[in-house]
């Protein structure tokens, strides 16, 4: 069934059209999905099943090509590639960075789709268990890596992941109803969009910069002549037990319906920092910094599948539109899926499999044109991109009021850029705060106001523990940093 011409077709076509969405910026692979799912229509069901995981694999991976090469994520995951795939693009390492990344995402799909197959029930079993008191400290957890992001100063990365949950807040309150901040703007209503964010942090204070830096010789840029390296195999094997430790975690992090990638990403990025043997080089072109979040958030595919699969549960919006898509061939996720569609569900394993070769060997191949983006002036480049921002921020939710927002987010992180306080704690603040409110308010509503549901779980307690170890670590590595000589 899965190696049916038709069913291959499906998933290439899938792949590179997911890969496509996910390397422009605004343009995600959930849009992706929502528009391919018509196409299924026609399609028989192991058929469409393996588009829509083509869309969805290659999607993942996809962000870390504009990550890499522009310093601009394509997807909310791929915010923590940048801080280190860009400055290796500007080192002259940007096809080592994508190898790397395009290697370390292939691992960790495979891996945590061999998670699923091996250990599917056991692992649906416990992420069955995290409910919204549990998410709630799994989310608070991400947070705290917001000191580790943070650059010299502990103090201003706290006050960027602060800025990013104020911003995050703008708009009508998902419970209530009520408007927040919005200071009688019906426009403001809608609120403050991650990807327009994204995109206005990110792309525009880049552009901002190539244009100041005009006609300046010591301007810093991205080498035009980058020759198509890849990692050598001491990178990769020294580095084999970081993607295995991360791939692990995004596993566990995607089978838990409400979490996601951007969750992953962070965190694998953070793992990697302080269990570093060169901390002080992250930041600066480092290549773990670049395979530890892209193994961890493209193992979220395979640990999103799991809670699908078992018990019929989408874990974002991704993996809704694919159950949707399963559901109108008559595949109905849940316990009986595996007794009634058993052939289906090993066609299913067999196509993301393929899905991921299919990334690897397009990825590999399109290196060597992908840098020669890096050949473009940067002027005109810079021109390039303001107007795919543009595209981008108005297509996500078809509002002229997301292309005004884009702009004054461009010039705020341009602004934070000039005062160095750091840009990415403010994105982790907009990527973890919404889930993080509502699942703190939903667990206090399900509590009657009642906080005793936070130190009855062993889970959140777990978690608790581990926020004030990782706070105390950073305060400690933070404290000897600043006692160090300049």
Excluded at 104 to 120: H, K, N, P, Y
Aim: net charge positive; glycine share 12%; proline share 5%.
């Amino acid at each position: 069934m899965a190696l049916d011409y038709h069913v291959i077709l499906a998933t290439v076509v899938g792949t590179v059209v997911g890969l496509i969405f996910g390397a422009i910026p605004g343009l995600t692979y959930s849009m992706a999905l929502a528009l391919a799912l018509p196409f299924t229509f026609g399609m028989d069901a192991t058929q469409s099943i393996a588009l829509l995981l083509g869309v969805y694999v290659g999607g993942m991976s996809g962000g870390s090509v504009s990550a890499i090469l522009l310093g601009i994520p394509g997807t909310p995951s791929a915010a923590a590639t940048v801080m280190d795939g860009y400055p290796m693009a500007l080192k002259g390492e940007a096809s080592v960075a994508l190898g790397g990344a395009v290697i370390a995402a292939v691992f960790g799909g495979l891996l945590s789709l061999l998670v699923m197959v091996l250990l599917l029930e056991q692992v649906a079993a416990v992420a069955i268990k995290f409910g919204p008191v549990e998410i709630f400290a799994l989310v608070l957890f991400g947070l705290s890596t917001i000191c580790g992001l943070a650059e010299r100063s502990m103090a201003r990365g706290i006050l960027a992941g602060l800025l990013g949950l104020m911003l995050m807040i703008i708009g009508l309150d998902e419970i209530d109803g009520v408007p927040r901040l919005t200071f009688g703007t019906v426009a403001l209503q809608q609120g403050v969009n991650l990807l327009v964010a994204m995109i206005g942090l990110f792309a525009v204070p880049q552009v901002i910069s190539t244009f100041s830096d005009f006609g300046h010789k010591e301007a810093a840029r991205v080498p035009g002549n980058v020759r198509t390296t890849m990692p050598s195999l001491r990178q990769l094997k020294d580095r084999f037990w970081l993607m295995l430790r991360c791939a692990a975690m995004g596993t566990g992090i995607g089978a838990i319906p409400g979490t996601g990638g951007p969750i992953a990403a962070f965190l694998g990025y953070d793992h990697a920092r302080r269990f570093s043997k060169r901390p002080d080089d992250f930041g600066k072109g480092e290549l773990s910094g670049v395979v530890a979040p892209e193994s961890a958030h493209n193992a979220v595919t395979g640990g999103a599948m799991i809670p699908l699969l078992s018990l019929g549960i989408p874990g974002d919006p991704a993996t809704a539109v694919i159950l949707g898509g399963m559901m109108i061939h008559g595949l109905q996720p849940g316990p009986l899926l595996f007794r009634a569609h058993l052939p289906a569900i090993y066609a299913i394993y067999i196509a993301i499999v393929l899905a991921y070769v299919v990334t690897l060997v397009v990825q590999v191949w399109g290196i060597r044109l992908f840098v020669r983006v890096l050949r473009v002036p940067p002027p005109l480049l810079a021109v390039c991109i303001l107007v795919m921002c543009v595209l981008g921020s108005y297509a996500i939710r078809n509002s002229i009021f997301d292309v005004y927002l884009m702009g004054i987010m461009g010039l705020f992180g341009h602004l934070l850029l000039r005062l160095h306080i750091p840009v990415a704690p403010v994105v982790l603040g907009l990527v973890l705060g919404n889930t993080l409110e509502t699942q703190y308010r939903t667990a206090l509503i399900l509590g009657e106001g009642s906080h005793m549901g936070f130190v009855e779980s062993n889970f959140a307690l777990f978690f608790f523990a581990l926020i004030i170890v990782t706070l105390g670590m950073q305060a400690w590595s933070s404290h000897r940093r600043n006692r160090k000589p300049s």
